[in-house]
């Protein structure tokens, strides 16, 4: 459910301090709790994302209403209603070669991990947080992350329907190497139509993973 009563606030000036920046918002009520995040793994950033609560969701919208597009420092305010989530980040367009121990290394600066979800046959990992809010600022600042110059998205986790929809099934499935780049899903289609019903194809650079729906068709790929 969304949280009417709190506040994701980003571009703000890397100098602004917590009463500064809380005297701003006590102007519209009184605050439940305010929080600083900073970027430490992004260089020379001068801004700083904050996470503020009300008690009344009245007092949020006038927040709202008020100060966004506002300038502080010649920097203007990013204000919207941050959502109550579930701690679990998803990661996707993983290559097989990033691992367990590389998202862990990566993630841990911005707070501390509960667990990692990677299987080396799916293209994508689950990681969850201990608190909501780094998946939160992640999600709004961090959408595209990478490692060792590996470029890959992070999301909201899926349900688990959405999850089992991505999964990708051993027993059904093949995976064809040194695809040329200019091969579309429909070819794939095209190609295998006398061998079976294809249900979705996985396309990363020079590799294709193609998921039939059954698994004699696979077996006879």
Do not use: C, W
């Amino acid at each position: 459910p969304l949280a009417m009563t709190k506040l994701f606030v980003s571009n703000l000036p890397l100098a602004s301090t917590i009463k500064e920046i809380q005297d701003l918002f006590l102007v519209f009520g009184p605050l439940k709790s305010i929080k600083q995040h900073f970027n430490e793994l992004k260089e020379n950033d001068q801004t700083q994302n904050v996470f503020v609560e009300y008690y009344n969701e009245s007092d949020a919208e006038k927040a709202i209403n008020s100060l966004k597009g506002q300038k502080i420092m010649n920097r203007p305010i990013l204000i919207e209603k941050a959502f109550e989530r579930f701690n679990k980040l998803y990661v996707g367009k993983l290559p097989p070669t990033i691992t367990v121990e590389d998202l862990k290394n990566h993630f841990r600066s911005f707070g501390e991990i509960i667990s990692i979800q990677r299987e080396p046959e799916n293209d994508f990992a689950f990681i969850v947080f201990k608190d909501q809010e780094i998946v939160e600022l992640l999600i709004k600042s961090h959408s595209k992350q990478n490692i060792r110059d590996v470029k890959f998205d992070v999301k909201r986790a899926f349900s688990r329907k959405e999850v089992q929809q991505r999964i990708i099934p051993p027993k059904r499935s093949i995976i064809i190497k040194n695809v040329p780049t200019d091969i579309k899903e429909k070819d794939f289609q095209t190609f295998f139509k006398d061998i079976g019903l294809i249900e979705r194809v996985h396309l990363q650079k020079s590799q294709a993973t193609v998921i039939f729906y059954n698994e004699f068709a696979a077996l006879k790929a």
